[in-house]
């Protein structure tokens, strides 16, 4: 069965700090990866998302992340965060075959950034 | 483009009573709907999917005779809670795909309901 595992619960930064969040997936074909964030109140939104091609996949805000397929994982970048971008991040996979099937998320990651 | 709708946000019952949650894809043809629950800290869990004009493929472990899916036609799915409890109070989350196209991996999400119930 697919699972996700998202290291970091809670993360606490301040305005300009780089950020990473580690996301590990198990599933043993081709995947889709998804990063969404939900800021408070509001609903998911998709940050960025990998189905083939370059690993190093750029989304919106300025947020990366990078598939790494020999460690299962796409941990999510960001150079310099913004008091804006406290959130809850969400990392999804589904089975590269399976574009009709569901999203499997990890537990989330809160961010709060001080400004 | 792709704007999944839920209504309502939240709302409020009484234990015993019934809930109904509409999705609605606005401005797309939606013939699979999926369902999540999202507990307070926790990650959203795969309750059903949803497909249009068939019976609903409920996960393990949701009571399908509880939680009533509907999807009649390709722009709207509804979850009934029914004879909710206190312990159905959660946040639910409705996420749409596109039918067919460039954008038919892809998922589009509600802004969710809060069900509180009393």
């Known amino acids: 069965a697919q699972s996700v595992s998202q290291h970091n619960h809670h993360v606490i930064l301040s305005e300009a700090a780089s950020l990473e969040l580690g996301c590990n997936y198990s599933y043993g074909g081709t995947v889709n990866l998804f990063w969404y964030v939900q800021y408070p109140g509001q609903h998911l939104q998709l940050l960025l998302k990998?189905?083939?091609?370059?690993?190093l996949v750029k989304g919106i805000k300025g947020f990366e992340a990078e598939f790494i397929k020999s460690k299962f994982s796409f941990n999510l970048r960001k150079p310099s965060v913004q008091w804006s971008d406290t959130a809850e991040y969400f990392c999804?996979?589904?089975?590269?075959?399976?574009?009709?099937?569901?999203?499997?998320f990890g537990k989330g990651t809160t961010l709060s950034v001080s400004s | 483009g792709a704007v999944v709708s839920q209504h309502p946000s939240w709302v409020i019952c009484k234990s015993g009573t019934s809930v109904k949650i509409e999705c609605r894809s606005l401005?797309?043809?939606?013939?699979?709907m999926f369902w999540y629950r999202q507990f307070p800290k926790q990650s959203l869990m795969l309750m059903a999917t949803s497909n249009e004009g068939s019976k609903a493929t409920y996960e393990q472990g949701v009571e399908k005779d509880k939680f009533l899916i509907n999807h009649a036609s390709l722009t709207l799915s509804t979850l009934t809670v029914t004879s909710a409890h206190p312990e159905d109070s959660s946040f639910y989350i409705c996420?749409?795909?596109?039918?067919?196209?460039?954008?038919?991996?892809?998922?589009?999400f509600g802004q969710g309901t809060r069900l509180t119930v009393v």
């Open positions: 996420s749409a795909r596109v039918s067919g196209g460039t954008r038919s991996a892809e998922a589009f």
């Open positions: 999804a996979v589904r089975g590269g075959n399976q574009a009709g099937t569901a999203l499997i």
């Open positions: 401005d797309f043809q939606a013939t699979t």
């Open positions: 990998y189905f083939s091609g370059d690993p």
